[in-house]
T-cell receptor, first 114, second 110 residues
Framework: GAGVSQSPSNKVTEKGKDVELRCDPISGHTALYWYRQRLGQGLEFLIYFQGNSAPDKSGLPSDRFSAERTGESVSTLTIQRTQQEDSAVYLC????????????FGPGTRLTVL | RKEVEQDPGPFNVPEGATVAFNCTYSNSASQSFFWYRQDCRKEPKLLMSVYSSGNEDGRFTAQLNRASQYISLLIRDSKLSDSATYLCVVRRNAGNMLTFGGGTRLMVKP
C-alpha cells in the first residue's frame, strides 16, 4: 500500500521567505510526527499530532514554526521568515495510535535557505 | 549532554566481520527502545525493537541494560548491503515522541 508521502521533495528559498511543507500520512494512521535532520546529524523531534490536535509541540524551535493537521490526514509544516539555519531535511512519520506502534517515515523534504 | 548518545564512527569492517554498536540514554523514564537504519539520503526505517530480555533477528542481535541505560546492536557476518547509518532510538512513557541518537555509520568493504 501507499506509504507516507511528502511534498515538495526539494525546496530552495531565499532567506526571509515563508515555506510550507506537506505530509500525507498512511491512511488510517491517527498519529503524525514532524522531525528535522540537519546535515550529518540525528533527527530532532518537532511536533506530534494525535488526530487533529497537537499534544506535544515541545520541539518547535521558534515561533516562526507552526504546523496544522486537518481531517486526521494531511499535515502542513509552515516556516515563516526562513533563516539559513532552517536548512535541513524535514521528515514526517505516521503511526497507528498506541505506544508501541512503529513510526513509518516519508522520504522528507530537503529545504535549502539561501 | 545529549539524551541519546552514539559513537558516530565510521566503522569500517570487511565483509563477514562481526561489529557491535553501543548507545547510552540519559532519561531513566525511557520505556521503549529501537534501532533504525538510515541509508544515505533516505528516510530512517525500523530495523528492530529492543526488548529487556534481548532479542535476535537473523544476523542482528539487540540488547538492553536498563541499570546502565545502555543499548547495543550486534551484526554478525556483515554484508556489503549492511552499509548504512544505524540510529539508536528511545521513546518515553509519556507521549509518543521518539528521541534519536546521532547515528553510527557502518561501511562494509569487500
Amino acid at each position: 500500500g501507499a506509504g507516507v508521502s511528502q511534498s515538495p521533495s526539494n525546496k530552495v528559498t531565499e532567506k526571509g521567505k515563508d515555506v510550507e511543507l506537506r505530509c500525507d500520512p498512511i491512511s488510517g494512521h491517527t498519529a503524525l510526527y514532524w522531525y528535522r535532520q540537519r546535515l550529518g546529524q540525528g533527527l530532532e523531534f518537532l511536533i506530534y499530532f494525535q488526530g487533529n490536535s497537537a499534544p506535544d509541540k515541545s520541539g518547535l524551535p521558534s515561533d516562526r514554526f507552526s504546523a496544522e493537521r486537518t481531517g486526521e490526514s494531511v499535515s502542513t509544516l509552515t516556516i515563516q521568515r526562513t533563516q539559513q539555519e532552517d536548512s535541513a531535511v524535514y521528515l514526517c512519520a505516521s503511526s497507528l495510535t498506541g505506544h508501541y506502534n512503529e513510526q513509518f517515515f516519508g522520504p522528507g523534504t530537503r529545504l535549502t535557505v539561501l | 549532554r545529549k539524551e541519546v548518545e552514539q559513537d558516530p564512527g565510521p566503522f569500517n569492517v570487511p565483509e563477514g566481520a562481526t561489529v557491535a554498536f553501543n548507545c547510552t540514554y540519559s532519561n531513566s523514564a525511557s520505556q521503549s527502545f529501537f534501532w533504525y537504519r538510515q541509508d544515505c539520503r533516505k528516510e530512517p526505517k525500523l530495523l528492530m525493537s529492543v526488548y529487556s530480555s534481548g532479542n535476535e533477528d537473523g544476523r542482528f542481535t539487540a540488547q538492553l541494560n536498563r541499570a546502565s541505560q545502555y543499548i547495543s546492536l550486534l551484526i554478525r557476518d556483515s554484508k556489503l548491503s549492511d552499509s548504512a547509518t544505524y540510529l539508536c532510538v528511545v521513546r518515553r512513557n509519556a507521549g509518543n515522541m521518539l528521541t534519536f541518537g546521532g547515528g553510527t555509520r557502518l561501511m562494509v568493504k569487500p
